[in-house]
């Protein structure tokens, strides 16, 4: 099953050019769809405006969201799809702090910079596969820079430190979820802990990439967690590898 992928952007020569990002990050590219604006893009989604996009027979695996449209913004779109199993990555020219968090908050697997190199947006996309996320040099310094400054993240809750009765009502909710995780969601986390890659673990499946890429997605919000060393330290500390 080839990957499908989904552009969208109303710049026609910025779709092209990153409609040969895409073909150069990928083998495995079965089709591109590309739309220029929301109405367009939700349209081929199959949902209103202000709905939620529901997965279709054969789901686009890989969506590139531009952030402003003619009819609209990005973030509209990326808060449609929070049900949607797609990779959600945002392609614009805006690497300001109003973009940048706003676009994370609303789902963005990914932050990508148009104006950045070819090589550099091919090399980007392909972390996807290694479960990375793709982040523009300049966008992955700011983030670096923020944290070490310590500032809190735009729209960011504060810590709720309420002792050991809180640990013990976290342990009790990740065993629970825990208990949902399927049968092959297991089997990936099982190879994550290990260090495998989502490619490496595809072969050792036999599943496509995207699949496991999707498990991923799933295992990480029923664990509660955002990243691989997450899910392998509470994976190894709950006794479920």
Same mark, same amino acid.
């Given at each position: @099953?080839?990957?499908? $992928?989904?552009?969208?952007?109303?710049?026609?020569?910025?779709?092209?050019?990153?409609? %040969?990002?895409?073909?150069?990050?990928?083998?495995?590219?079965?089709?591109?769809?590309?739309?220029?604006?929301?109405?367009?893009?939700?349209?081929?989604?199959?949902?209103?405006?202000?709905?939620?996009?529901?997965?279709?027979?054969?789901?686009?695996?890989? !969506?590139?969201?531009?952030?402003?449209?003619?009819?609209?913004?990005?973030? =509209?779109?990326?808060?449609? &799809?929070?049900?949607?199993? /797609?990779?959600?990555?945002?392609?614009? &020219?805006?690497?300001?702090? =109003?973009? &940048?968090?706003?676009?994370?908050?609303?789902?963005?697997?990914?932050?990508?910079?148009?104006?950045?190199?070819?090589? $550099?947006? $091919?090399? =980007? &996309?392909?972390?996807?596969? %290694?479960?990375?996320?793709?982040?523009?040099? +300049?966008? +992955?310094?700011?983030?670096?820079?923020?944290?070490?400054?310590?500032?809190?993240?735009?729209? +960011?809750?504060?810590?709720?430190?309420?002792?050991?009765?809180?640990?013990?009502?976290?342990?009790?909710?990740?065993?629970?979820?825990?208990? %949902?995780?399927?049968?092959?969601?297991?089997?990936?986390?099982?190879?994550?802990?290990?260090?495998?890659?989502?490619? =490496? !673990? /595809?072969?050792? @499946?036999? !599943?496509?990439?995207?699949? $496991?890429?999707?498990?991923?997605?799933?295992?990480?919000?029923?664990?509660?967690?955002?990243?691989?060393?997450?899910?392998?330290?509470?994976?190894?500390?709950?006794?479920?590898?």
């Amino acid at each position: @099953m080839a990957v499908k $992928v989904l552009i969208l952007e109303d710049n026609p020569v910025a779709r092209g050019f990153l409609c %040969r990002v895409v073909r150069e990050s990928f083998s495995d590219v079965g089709g591109i769809t590309e739309a220029s604006d929301l109405e367009s893009v939700r349209r081929i989604l199959g949902h209103s405006a202000g709905g939620r996009a529901s997965p279709q027979a054969e789901p686009f695996q890989l !969506i590139l969201v531009d952030l402003e449209l003619p009819d609209g913004s990005g973030l =509209e779109l990326l808060t449609e &799809l929070s049900q949607y199993p /797609a990779t959600r990555i945002v392609t614009t &020219l805006y690497s300001d702090d =109003e973009h &940048l968090f706003p676009a994370l908050q609303c789902g963005a697997d990914g932050y990508l910079l148009k104006e950045d190199r070819f090589e $550099v947006l $091919v090399e =980007e &996309l392909q972390k996807i596969v %290694r479960g990375q996320p793709p982040l523009s040099p +300049a966008i +992955a310094r700011r983030l670096l820079t923020h944290f070490r400054t310590g500032d809190p993240l735009p729209g +960011a809750q504060p810590a709720n430190h309420t002792g050991a009765s809180a640990s013990s009502s976290a342990t009790v909710l990740v065993a629970s979820e825990h208990e %949902r995780l399927t049968p092959r969601e297991s089997e990936v986390l099982t190879y994550l802990s290990k260090g495998f890659t989502i490619k =490496e !673990i /595809a072969a050792l @499946m036999g !599943i496509k990439w995207f699949t $496991v890429n999707d498990h991923i997605k799933s295992i990480y919000k029923k664990l509660n967690v955002s990243s691989r060393a997450e899910a392998a330290v509470l994976a190894s500390k709950q006794g479920l590898v």
